[in-house]
């Protein structure tokens, strides 16, 4: 066998390797968009959800969804240090974290029932966009 004709097969031994693992790669990708929580979409979907009877404003709501968000994120002294499952659509933890946030800078403006309102809003809104899944096993974090 001459060397060029080895040189060659070396060649397109080592391209259909290459083109396998891309091909492999392709195959592990998603096809879709990831998911993606965007403010504004779910302040719409959340205000659109409470009906015109409600008293709270889109305002009102994208404030409780980001008093929520910085919850979630950890800032509290109770949840900075461990890991606890998080409940969609508000823990009374969070409920009353956010009405003491929101009370603190611009004094009572909504009752905790409105805020657990716009939080089961917000987990229909994530169902919407597909970002939850089957709920966690209760599982001993201490």
Known sequence: MSPLVLGALLVAVL???AAAMVWQ???KRPVSEPLTYVLEEAVRFVHNGLGPDSPLTADDVRRILEWEVIYLQGVTPSRRDSLQPVRVGGSDDAVQFISRQITRRSGPRY?????RAVLEGEAEYLVSIGALGAPAEEVDLG
């Open 111 to 115: 009752g905790e029932g409105a805020i």
């Open 15 to 17: 391209l259909g390797m």
């Open 25 to 27: 790669e392709a195959v």
